[in-house]
């Protein structure tokens, strides 16, 4: 595992509330943060950075708000944007510099969370244009593993998981396709929580898929990502893919001591993993130990419709995203972004109108499979990649990957990732909870409860150790 920094400090959201309540000026927090981000340019992690005076005088702005009575649950809390995401007045890039802009605007999610005292301190490294779980694809270089520099960080959300599992920021938005803040949270010992399609806006996102799309908060604990996918939800006209809540009762609830979890009926494949195999036995066991009873469920559906999203016509909504951009700048693109996207264009409606009939035979016989359970048990990823091993095949490698992720957002599924423990070689392994739209709420209280069974003892590649529950 990796050493503690000695500048490091915990940065979650309850110590540093409690640490301001204390007396501690907010201002000297942001300076560490901004001097630590500063000095750590090994990862290739920040794009754009903040400038010091910017964020005091930002957070100068919201301790004026607060003077004034404002509530702001997020006040002087650093956090960072994968650089997909709009925030105003500094470049967005989506990791291809030929299509940098900068925008006058923030993105909606980025707004709200400033509007609660929340200050920003800079945008973070993905693969180019969201597209890929590897975090290899970016011309801006390579983030590697905290834990071992010769391993992926995962992607695309790489850059904004590092400056979490580092203790840079306090939380960091990324995004989530096809498992792209999910999987660098596993790779990271860090939490990802995947919200309801449409529960946070992805106004002044650029789009990946724009029907599947959500924006996802890597954060150090299932509390501190849920506070803050609470206070950036909420239904956005501008977003013609906002949705509002439905009414009460509309989807059950998962209790608290008595749920059913599902694990599949045929064995998982951890492709020759054997320490990710049995940290995910654990985590069946721990997850007895709560009050879940195992289930056995047929993941063939799901698997199936994984297959959908890269090898189906999905991938020529990412050609839509980005179409006039790639038809003008083709050779802008990494080779292996070309090779995706480009590759679309051979797609007909037809191909589109069989594959949207597709998903909805698979999920039908998805519903099905929820009858039997109320949330579902998977690895996040099933194994880790060297470097080395995904630049020399990054389409199948990738694929693998996205094993365990890539069906949620198809199926309008809500996710939580969070760490499940080490494997032998020091390398971090986590899970995945998986539940039914707009349960984000129920399925979040009990990962933050498997977080701590499993058993965590420390946070990120910080060597500190997990905070308490809150009361």
């Not at 000695?6 to 309850?14: E, M, S, T, V």
């Not at 949270?185 to 399609?197: D, E, H, M, S």
């Given at each position: 595992?990796?050493?503690?920094?000695?500048?490091?400090?915990?940065?979650?959201?309850?110590t540093?509330?409690?640490?301001?309540?204390?007396?501690?000026?907010?201002?000297?927090?942001?300076?560490?943060?901004?001097?630590?981000?500063?000095?750590?340019?090994?990862?290739?992690?920040?794009?754009?950075?903040?400038?010091?005076?910017?964020a005091?005088?930002?957070?100068?702005?919201?301790e004026?708000?607060?003077?004034?009575?404002?509530?702001?649950?997020l006040?002087?809390?650093?956090?960072?944007?994968?650089?997909?995401?709009?925030?105003?007045?500094?470049?967005?890039?989506?990791?291809?510099?030929a299509?940098?802009?900068?925008?006058?605007?923030?993105?909606?999610?980025?707004?709200?969370?400033?509007?609660a005292?929340?200050?920003?301190?800079?945008?973070?490294?993905?693969?180019?244009f969201?597209?890929?779980?590897?975090?290899?694809?970016?011309?801006?270089?390579?983030?590697?593993?905290?834990?071992?520099?010769?391993?992926?960080?995962?992607?695309?959300?790489?850059?904004?998981?590092?400056?979490?599992?580092?203790?840079?920021?306090?939380?960091?938005?990324?995004?989530?396709?096809?498992?792209?803040?999910?999987?660098p949270?596993?790779?990271?010992?860090?939490?990802?929580?995947?919200?309801?399609?449409g529960?946070?806006?992805?106004?002044?996102?650029?789009?990946?898929?724009?029907?599947?799309?959500?924006?996802?908060?890597?954060?150090?604990?299932?509390?501190?990502?849920?506070?803050?996918?609470?206070?950036?939800?909420?239904?956005?006209?501008?977003?013609?893919?906002?949705?509002?809540?439905?009414?009460?009762?509309?989807?059950?609830?998962?209790?608290?001591?008595?749920?059913?979890?599902?694990?599949?009926?045929?064995?998982?494949?951890?492709?020759?993993?054997?320490?990710?195999?049995?940290?995910?036995?654990?985590?069946?066991?721990?997850?007895?130990t709560?009050?879940?009873?195992?289930?056995?469920?047929?993941?063939?559906?799901?698997?199936?419709?994984?297959?959908?999203?890269?090898?189906?016509?999905?991938?020529?909504?990412?050609?839509?995203?980005?179409?006039?951009?790639?038809?003008?700048?083709?050779?802008?693109?990494?080779?292996?972004?070309?090779?995706?996207?480009?590759?679309?264009?051979?797609?007909?409606?037809?191909?589109?109108?069989?594959?949207?009939?597709?998903?909805?035979?698979?999920?039908?016989?998805?519903?099905?499979?929820?009858?039997?359970?109320?949330?579902?048990?998977l690895?996040?990823?099933?194994?880790?990649?060297?470097?080395?091993?995904?630049?020399?095949?990054?389409?199948?490698?990738?694929?693998?990957?996205?094993?365990?992720?890539?069906?949620?957002?198809?199926?309008?599924?809500?996710a939580?990732?969070?760490?499940?423990?080490?494997?032998?070689?020091?390398?971090?392994?986590?899970?995945?909870?998986?539940?039914?739209?707009?349960?984000?709420?129920d399925?979040?209280?009990?990962?933050?409860?498997?977080?701590?069974?499993?058993?965590?003892?420390?946070v990120?590649?910080?060597?500190?150790?997990?905070?308490?529950?809150?009361?």
């Open positions: 595992m990796a050493e503690t920094s000695p500048k490091c400090r915990a940065l979650d959201i309850g540093l509330g409690a640490a301001y309540a204390a007396g501690e000026r907010p201002a000297d927090v942001i300076r560490e943060c901004h001097a630590r981000i500063a000095r750590d340019a090994s990862h290739a992690v920040w794009l754009v950075r903040v400038t010091l005076e910017d005091l005088a930002k957070l100068a702005a919201a004026r708000r607060r003077a004034a009575g404002a509530s702001l649950p006040f002087g809390i650093p956090f960072a944007v994968k650089d997909n995401i709009d925030a105003a007045f500094l470049p967005t890039t989506a990791a291809c510099p299509y940098s802009y900068v925008p006058e605007r923030s993105a909606a999610v980025v707004a709200k969370l400033e509007a005292g929340a200050i920003l301190l800079g945008k973070t490294n993905l693969d180019q969201a597209c890929g779980l590897t975090g290899t694809r970016s011309p801006y270089g390579i983030p590697t593993s905290l834990f071992d520099h010769r391993y992926i960080a995962g992607g695309s959300s790489s850059g904004s998981a590092i400056a979490v599992a580092d203790a840079s920021v306090s939380f960091a938005l990324g995004t989530d396709t096809a498992g792209s803040g999910r999987v949270a596993g790779f990271n010992n860090i939490v990802g929580l995947k919200p309801t399609r529960r946070i806006s992805t106004s002044g996102l650029v789009p990946a898929c724009r029907s599947l799309d959500c924006v996802s908060v890597l954060a150090v604990t299932v509390e501190d990502a849920l506070v803050v996918a609470e206070t950036a939800a909420g239904f956005d006209a501008d977003d013609v893919f906002s949705r509002r809540l439905p009414e009460a009762g509309f989807t059950p609830r998962i209790k608290r001591d008595a749920f059913r979890f599902g694990i599949p009926t045929v064995p998982l494949d951890f492709f020759g993993d054997d320490d990710a195999a049995r940290l995910f036995s654990q985590s069946i066991e721990r997850l007895e709560l009050g879940g009873t195992k289930v056995a469920f047929d993941f063939a559906p799901f698997r199936a419709c994984a297959r959908l999203l890269y090898e189906g016509p999905w991938v020529a909504e990412r050609l839509a995203a980005i179409r006039d951009f790639a038809a003008d700048h083709a050779a802008d693109l990494l080779p292996v972004i070309r090779e995706i996207i480009l590759g679309a264009a051979q797609l007909s409606a037809v191909d589109a109108f069989a594959g949207i009939h597709h998903l909805a035979e698979l999920a039908r016989r998805a519903e099905a499979e929820w009858t039997k359970m109320d949330v579902m048990l690895p996040t990823t099933p194994t880790i990649y060297r470097i080395a091993e995904v630049i020399a095949d990054p389409l199948h490698l990738n694929r693998n990957l996205g094993l365990y992720t890539n069906f949620v957002n198809l199926l309008d599924l809500s939580i990732a969070v760490p499940a423990g080490f494997r032998g070689n020091g390398l971090p392994f986590g899970v995945t909870l998986i539940a039914r739209a707009f349960q984000d709420a399925l979040a209280a009990l990962a933050g409860r498997m977080h701590r069974a499993l058993g965590a003892a420390t990120g590649a910080t060597g500190l150790g997990l905070p308490p529950a809150p009361v």
